[in-house]
């Protein structure tokens, strides 16, 4: 039975870590959004992945629900406040779009990474509701990918913006 609890606090630990980790998030993405002005397709997509984050967190909090477990509201608050500052931190760059997207595209990595553990956990834990990560997980992949692909697009935008001498660093 000791064994059974442990794999259990594994899991719930990571739960509540991936809940701080999309409120974190969100306070990278809503900042880039409000602040993107000429690169339409990136601000799509960071609104759909919005959209997606605050299913991610319903679906969170879900589980940890029928655990009769809540989130930690303290570690949330610490990561949001640290991922509004990971906002901020590129705001004076001329190229803030491309730093930026380098910063998403290793977010969502980290991401790829917490679910490939939390699921991991969840099944050494026996856990039921694993679908429901793993729909998580799915998002974090698909958006990784999104940002990839995508990368060239933007840099293209952005070095011919800069070329008209238009804004180019949002
Ligand atoms: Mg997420
Ligand atoms: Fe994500």
């Known amino acids: 039975m000791q064994n059974v609890a442990t794999a259990n606090e594994v899991f719930i630990t990571g739960l509540k870590n991936a809940h701080a980790m ?3 998030a969100l306070s990278i993405m809503k900042p880039q959004l409000k602040r993107i002005e000429h690169y339409p397709e990136v601000a799509a997509q960071l609104d759909l992945h919005i959209t997606e984050t605050e299913g991610q967190i319903q679906r969170i909090e879900e ?3 029928r655990l009769s477990e809540s989130a930690s509201g303290l570690k949330d608050a610490a990561l949001s406040a640290s991922g509004a500052m990971a906002a901020l931190s590129h705001t004076m760059a ?3 779009i491309l730093k930026n997207s380098f910063a998403n595209f290793a977010f969502e990595h980290f991401e790829i990474a917490a679910y490939t ?3 991991t956990a969840g099944e050494e834990s026996g856990a039921a509701d694993l679908p429901l990560l793993r729909q998580n997980l ?3 992949l698909r958006m990784a990918e999104w940002l990839q692909d995508n990368l060239p697009a933007v840099t293209r935008s952005y070095s011919a913006l800069s070329g008209s001498g238009e804004r180019a660093d949002v």
């Open 22 to 24: 999309e409120n974190q």
């Open 63 to 65: 589980i940890l629900d």
């Open 94 to 96: 001329s190229d803030e």
């Open 138 to 140: 799915d998002e974090e």
């Open 117 to 119: 553990s939390l699921l």
